[in-house]
Each structure stands twice: as C-alpha cells, then as structure tokens.
C-alpha cells in the first residue's frame, strides 16, 4: 500500500508546472484552497461550496498533498481545477504562484509549508487557515517550535473548531488574530440530511422493522457486531452494514460472517417481494449518508482500530444513537457528542460482543432511554452549526474578494 501511495504521490508532481499553466488562465480571478488530505477536505468543503456559490466571477483551485486526498476527489465538481500542491521550496513557491497568481488562498487544518507562506506574505495575498484545532502536544508549543510558531503569524487570519484550542494560540503572544468559529463538518452533515432521497430497495428491505445502521466498519467492527446482533433480545430487527473497504474479497468475507445476507447490488437486480434476510451489505460508495437516516440506532466504524473512528456527524445529525468503539479520543466531534449523551462508546477487548450487545438492547426495550440519546444526538449536531457561515462573513466584511 506504501509503495502504491508513494508512486501515485510522485507520478502526480511529473510535469505539473507545465499542465497548471495550460490550465490556468492568466487573467482569471483564483481562489485557492489547499487541503493535506480527504480529512481537511471535508472541513473545506462547506466553505469551497459557499464562495463558489458567492462569486461566480472566480476559479476555484484546490490542492491536495496527499494521494489519498486527490485521488478521491481529482473530479470533484464543486471547484474548477484540482492538482497535487508542489513540493515546498523557494523556487517552487514563486512558479506556483505566478502561474495561480490567487486573490485569496485558504489552507485547511493542518498544513504549513513555509516558503508557501513566505511567499505569500511577500505578495500581500490574504491568507486565511480555516478549520484549525491545536493540542497543547504540538510543536508550536514547544521551546523547539520557533519556525512554527513563525509560520503561525504568516495567517492573516486563523478560525479555530474550539475554544480550548484558541487559548493555547493566545497563550503564544504573537498578536496573532485568531477566533472560535466551529467545526464546518457540521454544516455539511446539516445540509446532506436535509437533501436526501429516498432509497426505495433500503425502505423495502425495513418495512416495518427496526433498523441497526453500520457504517465505515472494518472487519474488527463486524466481528463484534455479528456476535451481538445474533443475541439481540428484541424481534422485528435488522442490520444494515456499508464496509469502509469496497471490494469483492470483503464482501466475500462478509458473506461467510452473515451466511443469509444480501447484497445491495442483487437486491436492486432482482425487482422483487423483500427476501427474508436479515442483513443487507451495501456493496457501492456514496450511499452512507443518505442510508443513515433509517436507522433506529446507528453504529460507526473504526473505533476498534488503532486509527480511531470515522465521522460520527454523518449518523448523529438524524438524531439517532450513535454507537461506536473505544478509538474516539482523537476527535472532538466524538469527544463531544458522548458528553452529549448522543454518543455511546463501548469496550470489547474479548471481541465476544457483550457489551455492545446490552447497549443495543437497552435502547430497543427502553423508550425513555432511547428518546433521550435520540434528542442529544439531534441537539448536539444542530448547536455546532454556523462555522462556513462565521467565515464566509468575514471574507465579505473584510473584502478579501471582489466581484
């Protein structure tokens, strides 16, 4: 897999001068985002939406570090042009901008590339950092972390998810104009669930049973969720698993694990009465966020992995439990919604799925319970709302772009 992402990561910078200067038009107004990865891409996203949607005068240029990130998202229509970002040094610092020549340039979380900023700063181009989170462990808060602390006051502006994280900014007496904006993520998840259609195989497949939604599970995940889903104490109830891996060896594996499971793919094919499987695999991509909004209680995958859980917004915003794994403690958004209530994490170290199993059943028989972690789920998501806002606001005040 190393050497698969390395070959993309290099192949992608070959000639890549060359082909943005084909691209770009000299005398075109750039918006430049840059993301490391998918993750950042995801906090960008609400913002990249607004502005396109604001000014339609300008490109919008987005750039990704990370394979991972581009590979996904290379046709990604919501901007007009998406590249690999240069390696950071001088002389690429200066190609890369005269050929963008941007009114506006927008990192994302985690990036700091120094001749970049330097750069940047030089010419005077606005520069905002968006989506920012910092812990007291970084190194800009190190006696060591002077040119990070240095690439810092390059921002002429940074929007923080927390407060916590804008104390520890403030703490660094740099004059450095930083605020509490939010996490954008759930604006995002706000507008996806308001959007959504309805998937007639998955409301054919429920009829009028109780519905566990897994998503982005790893095979760890679905161990632990066979054993508990075939001990639940409760009737009329059924499973709905969308892997985070897409491939026919999965689903294979899947198959053996729930032996009368079917597929989404055969269940579209074959036009007919629901069969009586009570698990159904959701064998495509996209679909996860749209298939949330059945459940009765939803489940997250990754938290028993050493990478920690994916996004919990995409379940929580339906205003439904979310369920998942002991991983959580590197996200805040996850952090957040167990204080919440909305978010149950459980422990598994035998893999033997007891406890996930006793949370599920108390939910199904308790109604008080269940309406109570229904109401925090909903609550939590829709009181973080208004961070894509905070910061579109303050391109507008301040005039960063003009029309």
Known sequence: ?????????????????????????????????????????????????????????????????????????????????????????????????????????????????????????????????????????????????????????????????????????????????????????????????????????IEKFIVDYKCIVAGSTWPEDELVIQKAFSEINYPSVKLIIAPHEIDQKHFLSLKELFPDSILFSDLQQKNELMPESQVLIIDNVGMLSSIYKYATITYVGGGLKSGGVHNVLEAAVYGKPVLFGPNYKKYNEAIELVRSGGGLPFTDEKRNGIMLKEIINALLINEEEYNYRCEAAEKFVHTNKGATEIITQYIQEKRLLTN
């Not at 750039?30 to 005068?57: M, T």
């Not at 963008?100 to 950092?129: G, S, T």
């Not at 602390?149 to 921002?155: A, D, E, P």
């Open 1 to 201: 897999m190393y050497n698969h992402k390395a070959k993309k990561w290099v192949k992608g910078r070959i000639g890549i001068f060359s082909r943005l200067e084909k691209t770009i038009p000299d005398n075109t107004k750039v918006i430049w985002f840059h993301c490391a990865s998918l993750g950042e891409f995801e906090q960008g996203r609400p913002v990249i939406e607004n502005l396109k949607s604001q000014y339609n005068d300008h490109k919008i240029l987005l750039t990704f570090f990370s394979p991972s990130g581009y590979e996904v998202q290379k046709n990604y229509a919501g901007v007009d042009w998406v590249f690999y970002l240069p390696l950071d040094g001088s002389r690429n610092a200066k190609r890369f901008l005269d050929i963008v020549h941007p009114e506006l340039v927008i990192f994302v979380k985690y990036e700091y590339w120094f001749y970049y900023l330097k750069a940047i700063n030089q010419r005077k181009i606005p520069i905002l950092l968006i989506s920012a989170l910092f812990t007291k462990d970084m190194v800009f808060f190190k006696w060591y972390g002077n040119l990070y602390r240095k690439m810092l006051s390059m921002f002429d502006h940074i929007f923080v998810q927390t407060p916590a994280s804008k104390q520890l900014i403030d703490r660094l007496d740099l004059s450095l104009y930083c605020s509490v904006a939010g996490d954008t993520r759930y604006d995002r998840v706000i507008e996806i669930a308001a959007t959504t259609k309805r998937i007639a195989e």
